[in-house]
């Protein structure tokens, strides 16, 4: 949404040919998104970007007007730093460009430096404009030049136009202040299991270091109400402290630059505020992204796990399964960012509510003191049955005898 709204904020069309260009920049990657409109068609057009390494290429696609996907060649000139995409436009006039670069920032203590091509490197004049979504959370220390501010889906950003001139090349480095990790998640398995008034969430993960020096241990901001956490990999479980909800997690070994290290985190949340209710089905809504996550992931498997016994489910987008204890919805997806707006609904007919372990163990409790009772009470039937025999009169004492008389 932030992308097209920053290409209806822009437009610029004085020449023939133009391009608009939207860039949100982070710590961790950047996305560059081209719109591009030519006066003719072309069969092939060549895009380049100046780049510290080769390996900042993280990704590019390319999209033709009807959005068909179209192929992306890239080459590397060591000697200049220019990285040039070759996009076969098929004979299209329009086509649209995305590129993601990491491998970019550079920290020194809280100042952090970021470097961006501000404009596409083209092969022919044409105008451009800019619209720049800075890093979250940051303190810009200066502004390149010739952008301003400006506010775009209540985001702050900054926006510029050029005319570009061909085989140019328009890289600056941003700097501002924040606190952010440096790191990329290469794998990350997103597990959500629906219980009983709570979601259990499993993220096992694979972490890159992007710094360029060590890490030893990665901080992770969990969601509002997690609780009962747990950290563990592949060894045991790991040390870690939660301070509010920063969960700083310490790693077995220092973590050299592009090195990988997997672990898991497992977290509850409260069911209340995350399922809502829609006439007699329950409907769970998220990100497809875990809350804690503002990093780039490469190849993402989200699965959501309903109680056996739940019924008409509804999931787009998900592979629906049948399993022994419970419906899992599956769905995947790659080269995934917390801009992206990917997110999911997913209704249903809850399952019967089960009755806990402390309702059944009461009941048991009370079915043996009633069978106890009835067995006392049958024991003891004949004393309880017997009449009690009444009292019986005293003795009368013998009648005196009485005298004849004479006659």
Known sequence: MLLLAAGRFATVSASPSSVNRTIIAEPYFQVYEDQFELESSRGNYTVSFILPYPQSLHSVK??????????????????????????????????????????TTVRSNSTYSTLLNLYPGVDEGMEASLVLFPPSDSVLIGTPENLSPA???????????????????HNATIKYTGSYELVEISSLDHRIRVGQNRL???????????????????????????????????????????????????????????????????????????????????????????????????????????????????????????????????????????HSGMSYAISFVPAPAS???????????????????????????????????PTPPAHPSPAPKRSKSRQ
Not at 305 to 331: D, H, K, Q, W, Y
């Open 62 to 103: 390319a999209y033709g007007s009807d959005n068909s996907e179209l192929n992306v060649y890239a080459s590397w000139d060591a000697t200049s730093g220019k990285l040039t995409l070759l996009v076969e436009t098929n004979g299209s006039s329009s086509f649209r460009l995305r590129t993601i670069v990491h491998y």
């Open 151 to 169: 506010s775009i889906g209540g985001k702050p950003a900054l926006v510029g136009t050029a005319v570009l001139e061909a085989s140019a090349s």
């Open 200 to 338: 259990t969430v499993t993220d096992s993960l694979q972490l890159v270091n992007l710094d360029t020096s060590p890490i030893s241990k990665v901080t992770f901001s969990l969601p509002e109400g997690a609780s009962l956490v747990k950290v563990y990999d592949s060894i045991s479980y790991m040390q870690y402290t939660l301070n509010g909800s920063e969960l700083t997690v310490n790693l077995r070994t220092r973590l050299l630059p592009t090195e990988k290290t997997s672990l898991t985190l497992v977290y509850d949340l409260p069911s209340s505020g995350r399922i809502g209710s829609q006439g007699v089905k329950a409907v769970l809504r998220g990100d497809y992204l875990p809350d804690w996550c503002k990093y780039l992931v490469r190849s993402l498997s989200l699965v959501v796990e309903l109680p056996s016994g739940s019924s008409e489910v509804s999931a787009p987008g998900f592979e629906i399964t049948n399993g022994s204890s419970s419906i899992e919805c599956r769905a995947r997806a790659s080269d995934i960012y917390p």
């Open 355 to 389: 009755i806990s372990a402390g309702a059944i163990v009461l009941a048991a409790v009370v079915l043996l003191a009633v069978l106890a009772l009835i067995a006392y009470y049958i024991r003891h039937k004949g004393s309880f049955n017997k009449p009690t025999p």
